[in-house]
């Protein structure tokens, strides 16, 4: 409703999150209205990169395994810290409370579950240049191979 507008009609999207990481239902609610929107555009836009001639498109999918978009993907990176980094680092970004940040981490798969599940994992414990660092890795294996 316009409860969770802000005075000029954009989305007040801290209080949206309050709402939805703390009630499922919502969530779910939210997802299954969002989500296939969300899917539809970024099939279009692979399409459109395709088309203009690029070899590779990379999609940033936070909710990739919840949303069981994997058959979208060839391969599957996922960016890893320990859950105490992943906390803390939340709780900077967005001005969120410990428990507020543990909400939206509990609403979704854990990070290790996640690496689990991926082709390639990139450890983001560190220095911002050892993560860029593997992240180069990545690209030149994945750019040989193919």
């Not at 810290?81 to 543990?102: G, I, S």
């Amino acid at each position: 409703g316009k409860d969770i507008l802000l005075e000029d009609g954009n989305l007040n999207r801290a209080k949206l999150g309050e709402i939805i990481f703390r009630d499922k239902e919502k969530r779910e609610k939210l997802n299954e209205i969002t989500h296939p929107r969300v899917k539809d555009y970024m099939l279009k836009e692979r399409e459109r990169f395709f088309e203009a001639g690029e070899k590779v498109v990379f999609f940033d999918i936070p909710l990739l395994f919840e949303s069981h978009l994997e058959s979208l993907v060839d391969q599957i990176i996922v960016v890893w810290t320990t859950p105490e980094t992943e906390l803390k680092r939340l709780m900077e970004r967005n001005n969120l409370t410990k428990e507020e940040a543990l909400a939206r981490i509990n609403s979704q798969m854990g990070i290790d579950e996640k690496a689990k599940k991926a082709d390639f994992v990139i450890d983001n414990n560190e220095s911002l240049e050892k993560t860029q660092k593997q992240v180069l890795t990545f690209i030149e294996r994945f750019v040989n191979n193919k």
